[in-house]
């Protein structure tokens, strides 16, 4: 229970930090990413669903898109940017890692965070209210179950954020958080989960290929972009197989 409460902690600005001094994040707290994931999920989701209840599904996506944003600080909101930003304007990896270092948003940055968050909410928006509640818990799982899987692959690129998460974070431990995420997933969405699940992991290889031929290795900013990538991914999947499998699927 720590280990989820330190995950909590770590990925959201809900106070939840033991009072007692704890190195983290550790392994285990990586392994719980998905489960993280299903809390913050559902508080969105949660919001989504009341909203949509009252308002348009359209205008419920935005607040539940800017709730997500608010609950968790734009944590991985701002590691998209400052990859796309130090990926795409970065020359050489001097130049990538200096860039990884400025607080100032570039356009690259900018153009990222605006696009992934209209698809999110414009996804969203074509949900009903319990499909989309169901949806964004996945999405929020499986995001942060990708994230978790590639820190036991990467390189880190640098000292930082990103090298303490990965140290110590083996093959093993991102099995079992694919696996966590997986099963959490197929218990929310069904057939569904395995299409964004796999849409992620592409994303998350292509991001981690692209990292490491421009700077070497992976930053924690990256590992910010691929749960943002997942989260995109899995709401397009629910859209895109709404016709196939319908919400619950256990129906």
Not at 16 to 28: G, K, Q, Y
Request: proline residues 4%; charged residues 10%; glycine residues 14%.
């Amino acid at each position: 229970m720590r280990s989820l409460r330190l995950a909590l902690a770590f990925l959201t600005r809900i106070p939840l930090t033991p009072t007692d001094p704890v190195a983290f994040p550790t392994p285990a707290i990586g392994v719980l990413f998905p489960v993280a994931g299903l809390v913050i999920g559902g508080l969105v989701g949660g919001v989504y669903w009341l909203t949509a209840e009252v308002l348009p599904t359209g205008p419920a996506a935005i607040v539940a898109v800017a709730f997500s944003v608010l609950i968790t600080g734009g944590f991985h909101e701002d590691g998209l940017a400052d990859t796309f930003d130090a990926l795409g304007g970065g020359q050489d990896r001097e130049s990538a890692l200096r860039i990884f270092k400025d607080s100032r948003l570039g356009t690259f940055g900018v153009a990222a965070i605006v696009v992934s968050l209209l698809l999110r909410t414009a996804l969203l928006g074509g949900l009903d209210a319990t499909t989309g509640l169901l949806a964004l818990m996945a999405a929020h799982v499986i995001g942060r179950a990708t994230t978790a899987a590639a820190m036991g692959f990467a390189t880190p690129a640098t000292s930082g954020l990103g090298t303490s998460l990965m140290t110590g974070f083996t093959v093993a431990h991102s099995f079992g958080a694919t696996a966590i995420g997986l099963g959490i997933g197929l218990a929310l969405i069904g057939p569904a989960a395995l299409i964004g699940l796999g849409l992620t992991i592409l994303a998350a290889v292509a991001l981690g290929r692209w990292a490491t031929g421009k700077m070497g290795g992976v930053t924690g900013d990256v590992l910010g972009a691929i749960e943002q990538c997942g989260e995109v991914a899995v709401l397009a999947a629910v859209v895109a197989t709404a016709d196939l499998w319908s919400l619950p699927w256990w129906n």
